[in-house]
């Protein structure tokens, strides 16, 4: 059991650094934004998607080590990581509490940059809304009179094309 806690700490600890990463790569896509490098951009994101992947491998791991350790320690269905913590004898319970700690931190800074780069999209996109609008009632008149004297709508149809703006 020993071994398997081992093991379970220095996964988690790849998972933490695995985070911190992406936070970094946050950081670096939202620089790349802020300077509208579309090629920084999309090299980023493609970084971005590989971690996750990894990050995802990584949290399967994770989840079959800790429903490992709590069948060992007589733990039914799917145990959270804090009960079999609370189980552990003192070295190993510090260590993995320690762990745990680490990567809930880093889990809050990484939930924190991603806010942050939703946020600065939906904005952008925001502005780039409101001006396909203005020019669209500028060109594009959405209520007119017809022959009869009747209101008319008419909608002109302006929209993206491409991401390149």
Known sequence: MKQRTAQLIATLAQKGELMQALRNLLEKEKDCMLALDLTGL??????IGRLMGQMGELSETCKAMVA????????????ALTPIIDRLAQPEKGALREAQKQVQSHSRELSGALELNRSLLSDSLQVVERSINFFNRLFNPVDTYGLA??????RGGGRLVCKEI
């Open 68 to 79: 490992q350790l709590g069948s060992e320690m007589g733990l039914a269905g799917s145990p």
């Open 149 to 154: 004297g009747s209101l008319v709508s008419r």
């Open 42 to 47: 999309e090299e980023t994101q493609q970084e």
